[in-house]
């Protein structure tokens, strides 16, 4: 390492007394370039990353064989001198459903909140951050690239910048193929209830991805999109789990929170971006190129400056792309 990681905790008051008793102290790493001390002369950009579903925060230092991890190869970007001095931020909102799509929400917590109003000021309580919006940019992948495209839309005063590799987008093609699919996997494996998927994963071990991964994601997804208003903690799901039979009312709760449907509402708030930047691979096994060709086809109808990069590739393997995308933000935010 030639910068410095930063392995801090935040004491957070927003999700204290969350609905699923998760953790309130959470951990936040922070990364300094080489020379960049906590008495820097100067303020800095600061970007925010943002992970996919199931995503923990020590998940930025592992290994794939034979590669850099995320964070030696942000290091190295840094050490390179390939981009501008910036102090780059990555957060936790793990949940027990595998993550919170970075929204609020009655069934997990506020999870946007404390993105927005914790993290960023303990940060620039503590760092050379310059401390406005117009230096601050938010980056993530998949769920992740979620949160990056709609919490600059509904929290401009927060951010002004963003970058999404194959985000969570035009719903209907990423995740109508999964709604059967989760209905055969709990009339199979659990009794055609997810009060018995959850009674069996509670003792699961260990938890075989192949068997849990799909029916925990779509609830992951639904607590986030739908939840349920007369029980905190649970989520209303968009299909009947008996057949798999969409149900529209909730379905149109889930395609409000559609990056592609919110943009038109949001519209100025995506004009005043100083970049927005999206990539997917042309091989994405949920379509989330076409999620971000989607999105990127109505930030051009809003007259919304972008750049959209599909490469060969798929939703996996995306790492070495991510230190490019924060030095597109960095040149963007930097003074």
Known sequence: MHGTLDRLVVESELLADNPLGDPARRPLYVYRPPGVELDHPRALPVVYVIQGYTGQLDMWLSRTPLQPTMVERLDAMFAAGECPDAVVVFVDCWTSYGGSQFLNSIALGRYQDYLCDEVVPFVEDRYPAIADRESRGLTGKSSGGYGAMVVPQVRPDVFSALASHAGDALFEACYLPDFPRTARALRDRFDGAYEVFFEQ????????????????????????????PSSPGKALLPFDVA??????????????????????????????????????GRGDEYYLDLGAQAFAAELEALGVAHTLELFDGKHGGLVYRYPGAIRELVLALRR
């Open 243 to 280: 057949t798999g039979r969409l149900l529209d009312d909730v379905w149109a709760q889930w395609l409000d929170k559609d990056p592609v449907r919110m943009a038109p509402a949001h519209a100025d708030a995506l004009r005043s971006m100083r970049r927005i930047y999206l990539d997917a």
């Open 201 to 228: 994963l509670a003792t699961a071990d260990p938890v075989d991805w192949e068997t849990w991964g799909k029916p925990l994601e779509m609830y992951g997804y639904a607590a986030a999109y739908s939840p349920d």
